[in-house]
């Protein structure tokens, strides 16, 4: 199936774009003071990338010319992520750090040799999927190379092999996730895998950064998903991966997951799958308070029986509506915290565990609101982006950010964060839900919404340097699902130690002895 790009000056599909309601604007004039002009994007036929230096030829040998693509237009579709720095440096035509190609290998054996040439040249890679990264893990730090390329891997997108008796499918990296999941279903199976970013990342997106989906308390994140993979790499290749659990040594996927393209290219892997679900339900419950409406989450979390989507909004995002976007400024009643519960299953299974649920969460002070909330969050979880974009539009800036702790150390890190936020963006919205959650502990995902000012990117570099120094201080881990990129890479070297990242530093040294794969992402340059 052809692969439709996002929009490149903000999320996703362009028809589905929507003004924000009259209502809405009324509300950040008043909470946020914002009164700024529309400031729409500059048009993308008047953004002049550098001139692009002559790395074509080299790779065009390998992936064939017309794979191998230099245009104004393809370049700057693959220049930067998608956080909101990202975007209002694109919407201001500033294509700087714009590729000089985009590659777009169809083999493993093409992605290898690509590789190896690139090393030969002294080549950036920077591998691409579905353009969605929110950390800078698509803005290498590649200055002092000869080139850089954007290895993109829409052209790797097979549906490799179904193996029904254990239940995995081997999928090649550069699949779509909606395709991936459109695949399986034919066959009577789903990944369960349904992040944010679903409608546009890929496969291989998913395991470079350790993805946590919506549904991740009954399917688990995708590097639990992971059973085998394949990594490209500029020195040959790495097979992991040939039974469930081993003890043979360390893990050697669990080095590739998470490894954001610093190693080498993860070309495809082996994941588990489920059968589809016979019938989806889902509610919504109120609980007086964040601190109530942790307690309630970490019973069903730690003791059962566990929903399969389970996310509590605190007060001001359940205020504001942003658990429900379709309703974002609706009045939301009489306060306290939403907490949306679904279910996967056969009828049966997912009536008894609706009733054990209801039984657990109303004996802690949840009040039953019945599915409509539910439901509302499902028709709008992919809806949140779309609504920044409307928001950039109208002056506003907004963000996310996201971490995790342990169940006794929950509350002081949901403070760190809020309070830091509040005292370095003045006139600021901060928004907050809990999910992801584990018996040990749960994530936090916060958004942030303030007006752009003079310089938001300088503004918002400043306040994620501080809440960042206080997700650590605090001991909390810098990303749960979103990653490290460029943007994380500081404080992850202070989360893993410095011995930690020396003996990271040495397994690029070893796999990526020149440095050319994603240079400065997860490690700083050497």
């Known amino acids: 199936m052809p692969i439709v790009d996002m929009l490149w000056s903000g999320w996703g599909d362009p028809e589905r774009a929507e003004r924000l309601p009259a209502a809405v604007t009324g509300l950040l004039r008043e909470l946020l003071g914002v009164h700024a002009e529309p400031a729409p994007p500059v048009k993308l036929a008047e953004i002049e990338p550098p001139t692009a230096r002559p790395v074509a030829g080299i790779l065009?040998?390998?992936?064939?010319?017309e794979q191998v693509r230099t245009d104004a237009e393809s370049r700057i579709r693959h220049t930067r992520g998608k956080s909101t720095p990202d975007l209002l440096r694109l919407r201001a035509g500033d294509a700087s750090t714009a590729p000089d190609a985009v590659v777009l290998p169809g083999s493993h054996e093409?992605?290898?040799e690509v590789l190896s040439r690139c090393a030969a040249h002294r080549i950036a890679v920077v591998p691409f999927g579905g353009g969605t990264s929110v950390v800078g893990g698509l803005t290498p730090e590649a200055g002092d190379f000869t080139g850089v390329i954007a290895l993109d891997l829409r052209r790797l997108d097979r549906l490799v092999s179904v193996d029904t008796?254990?239940?995995t499918a081997t999928l090649q990296t550069g699949m779509r996730a909606p395709r991936a999941e459109e695949l399986l279903n034919e066959q009577g199976y789903t990944l369960g895998h349904f992040p944010q970013s679903f409608e546009w990342a890929s496969i291989g997106g998913f395991a470079a950064a350790r993805s946590a989906g919506q549904a991740s308390?009954?399917?688990?994140?995708?590097?639990?998903?992971?059973?085998?993979?394949?990594?490209?790499?500029?020195?040959?290749?790495i097979e992991a991966g040939r039974s469930p659990r081993s003890a043979a040594g360390p893990d050697l996927r669990q080095l590739v997951l998470g490894s954001e393209g610093a190693f080498g290219v993860i070309t495809d892997v082996t994941v588990r799958i489920r059968p589809l679900p016979e019938t989806h339900a889902y509610e919504g419950w109120l609980f007086p308070s964040l601190s109530e409406g942790v307690t309630a989450v970490r019973a069903l979390a730690q003791d059962g029986p566990l929903p399969t989507v389970l996310r509590l909004s605190d007060e001001t995002e359940t205020m504001i509506g942003l658990a429900r976007p379709a309703e974002l400024g609706a009045h939301q009643g009489g306060g306290g915290?939403?907490?949306v519960c679904g279910y996967d299953g056969t009828a049966a299974e997912v009536a008894e565990r609706q009733a054990k649920v209801r039984a657990v969460l109303e004996s802690l002070g949840g009040v039953h609101q019945g599915e409509?909330?539910?439901?509302?969050w499902l028709h709008g979880r992919f809806a949140a982006p779309y609504l920044r974009d409307g928001l950039l539009d109208v002056g506003v800036f907004v963000d996310t950010l996201e971490t995790a702790g342990f169940w006794s150390?929950?509350?002081?890190?949901?403070?760190?964060?809020?309070?830091?936020?509040?005292?370095?963006?003045?006139s600021s919205v901060v928004m907050c839900h809990v999910s992801h959650v584990?018996?040990?502990?749960?994530?936090l995902y916060f958004t942030v919404v303030t007006a752009q000012g003079e310089d938001p990117v300088e503004r918002w570099r400043r306040a994620k340097a501080a809440v960042s120094d206080a997700i650590i201080e605090a001991g909390g881990t810098i990303s749960h699902h979103h990653g490290v990129g460029v943007d994380h890479r500081d404080w992850f070297a202070r989360e893993a130690g410095s011995l930690g990242v020396e003996a990271l530093r040495a397994v690029k040294d070893r796999l990526d002895p020149d440095g050319i794969m994603n240079p400065g992402v997860l490690l700083p340059r050497s």
Do not use: K
């Not at 308390?217 to 290749?237: K, N, S």
């Not at 409509?372 to 509302?376: C, D, L, M, V, W």
């Open 60 to 65: 065009a040998e390998v992936v064939g010319e």
């Open 110 to 112: 093409e992605v290898a």
């Open 165 to 167: 008796i254990s239940r």
């Open 409 to 426: 150390n929950l509350s002081r890190l949901y403070d760190a964060v809020r309070l830091t936020l509040a005292h370095e963006l003045s």
């Open 372 to 376: 409509e909330p539910g439901r509302s």
């Open 337 to 339: 915290c939403l907490a």
């Open 438 to 443: 584990y018996p040990s502990g749960a994530s």
């Open 217 to 237: 308390a009954g399917y688990g994140r995708f590097d639990e998903m992971v059973l085998g993979l394949t990594l490209a790499t500029p020195r040959g290749t």
